[in-house]
Antibody, heavy 115, light 110 residues
Framework: QVRLEESGGGVVQPGRSLRLSCAAS????????LHWVRQAPGKGLEWVAV???????FYTESVRGRFTISRDNSGNTLYLQLSSLRPEDSGLYYC?????????WGQGTLVTVSS | QSLLTQPPSVSAAPGQEVTISCSGS????????VSWFQQFPGTAPKMIIY???KRSSGTPARFSASKSGTSATLGITGLLPGDEADYYC???????????FGGGTRVTVL
């Protein structure tokens, strides 16, 4: 069955960096576009970034230039490199698979940016 | 800031119907497919509607959706206590090349 498992979250000071990972299994990873979506505590969903099956990348404006999405098709892993972190970047980060829509989601990894 | 606009909350008695609106623009809802997601507290979102009006596997027929112009609507009939959740619309914006979600609507069963 399709499985997505995020990791790499933690508590980090403003201005520092963090790398999130999303390990995928149960489907042909290289054939799918993949997304990161985040959710601040008590808030709604916010789309963050996408990497297409053929490597195109797009970002929401607030993270452009600070976050980098990438994928390792040989290791079936999606990444999100977070740099120059701000308190407003805090939240639960989900990876999601796209197949017509975001049909499978992981359980999320929590990022807390605080001094 | 969400560029898709949803009401913060809707409510109705068990067995009744609720509708949730999602308003966007020509560059997102007006030209791209809309999806709907259901999220219970402490859990990951779940896709319930894709391509504007198609129910995901396992989504009851009590859930329906439509799109017209730059707006979309999710309807839930025969409301059950288990339908209490947050519901989000989503669409790609081809002008900005970003994905976007609505702010979310909390459904309360009275």
């Amino acid at each position: 069955q399709v499985r997505l498992e995020e990791s790499g979250g933690g508590v980090v000071q403003p201005g520092r960096s963090l790398r999130l990972s999303c390990a995928a299994s149960g489907f042909t990873f290289s054939s799918h576009t993949l997304h990161w979506v985040r959710q601040a505590p008590g808030k709604g969903l916010e789309w963050v970034a996408v990497v297409s099956f053929d490597g195109n990348k797009f970002y929401t404006e607030s993270v452009r230039g600070r976050f980098t999405i990438s994928r390792d098709n040989s290791g079936n892993t999606l990444y999100l490199q977070l740099s120059s972190l701000r308190p407003e970047d805090s939240g639960l980060y989900y990876c999601a698979r796209q197949d017509k829509s975001l049909d499978y989601w992981g359980q999320g990894t929590l990022v807390t940016v605080s001094s | 800031q969400s560029l898709l606009t949803q009401p913060p909350s809707v409510s109705a008695a068990p067995g009744q119907e609720v509708t949730i609106s999602c308003s966007g623009s020509n560059s997102n809802i007006g030209s791209e497919d809309v999806s709907w997601f259901q999220q219970f507290p402490g859990t990951a979102p779940k896709m319930i509607i894709y391509e504007n009006n198609k129910r995901s596997s396992g989504t009851p027929a009590r859930f329906s959706a439509s799109k017209s112009g730059t707006s979309a609507t999710l309807g839930i009939t025969g409301l059950l206590p288990g339908d209490e959740a947050d519901y989000y619309c989503a669409a790609w914006d081809r002008g900005l090349s970003v994905g976007m979600f609505g702010g979310g609507t909390r459904v309360t069963v009275l």
